[in-house]
C-alpha cells in the first residue's frame, strides 16, 4: 500500500462517538481547511518515512481531544506540532485557532523525543478520538470494534515503513504491538500519565542514548 491509498483508508474510518481528524472539521477549533491539511501532512511524513531506516514505530493508545484530535498526529499536541512536522522536514502552520493547547503527555514524549536523532514514527492503536457520547471534548478508550480497524491499519503500517522495533506505550499498545512480534521487535514502556513518568523516561533511556535529566514539562 503507498502513503496515499493508506490515507484514505484512515479518512474512511468512521465509528460513533469517534472523531475522525483527517475527514471531519471540528467547528469550534479547526480552520475550515483543516482535515485537508492533516491528511497531506500524513502523506508527506509517510512518504519522507519510507526513504529511510525506520528505527520504531512508537505506539499510544489513540488521539486525546487536547492532542491528536486537534493535530491529528499520534502523541502530540498543539504546543508540538511545530517540531514533529520539523523532523520530517515539513513546514505547516498550526490547524486550530486561538492558543495552542497543550496535553501532559504529548509534553512527557517530546521532552526525551526532542533527544532522540533516530527515524521515529509515532502512531496510535486507534488513530481516530474516541470520546463519551454527548461529550466530544472528553477522553474514552477504544472498544474491541475500534481496535480491529486500528491493528489492520498497524499491520499496513508496518509493511510499508518496515521498522526495526515498536515501542508500545503502555498496556494496549502492547496488546495490539505484540501481535507483529514475527516482523519486528516489540518493546513495552509504562505509559508516562498516573505517575508513569520518571520509569517512562527510564525506560526509553534504556532504549536510546539520551539523558532523561530532564524536568517537569508543564
Not at 509504562?190 to 533511556?205: A, E, K, M, T, V
Request: charge should be neutral.
Amino acid at each position: 500500500m503507498k502513503a496515499e491509498g493508506f490515507v484514505k483508508e484512515l479518512a474512511n474510518l468512521k465509528f460513533d462517538n469517534a472523531f475522525n481528524p483527517y475527514s471531519e472539521r471540528c467547528e469550534i477549533y479547526d480552520y475550515f481547511d483543516a482535515p485537508k491539511k492533516r491528511r497531506a501532512i500524513l502523506k508527506k511524513m509517510l512518504e519522507a518515512a519510507s526513504q529511510v531506516e525506520v528505527d520504531a514505530i512508537w505506539i499510544g493508545r489513540d488521539l486525546g481531544y487536547r492532542g491528536g484530535r486537534r493535530t491529528g498526529l499520534a502523541l502530540t499536541d498543539d504546543v508540538h506540532f511545530c517540531h514533529h512536522v520539523g523532523r520530517w522536514q515539513l513546514d505547516f502552520d498550526r490547524l486550530t485557532k486561538g492558543d495552542a493547547v497543550p496535553e501532559r503527555t504529548a509534553a512527557v514524549i517530546w521532552s526525551i523525543l526532542s533527544q532522540v536523532s533516530s527515524p521515529v514514527f509515532l502512531w496510535n492503536v486507534f488513530p481516530l478520538h474516541p470520546f463519551e457520547s454527548g461529550s466530544p471534548f472528553s477522553n474514552r478508550a477504544h472498544n474491541s470494534r475500534e481496535r480491529k480497524a486500528g491493528e489492520e491499519l498497524l499491520d499496513n503500517l508496518i509493511g510499508f515503513l518496515r521498522p526495526k522495533r515498536l515501542i508500545a506505550i503502555g498496556n494496549d499498545a502492547e496488546n495490539a504491538a505484540k501481535k507483529f512480534e514475527d516482523r519486528c521487535k516489540v518493546f513495552k514502556v509504562r505509559h508516562p500519565s498516573y505517575g508513569g513518568q520518571n520509569i517512562f523516561l527510564d525506560q526509553i533511556q534504556s532504549l536510546y542514548d539520551v539523558d532523561t535529566a530532564i524536568s517537569d514539562p508543564i
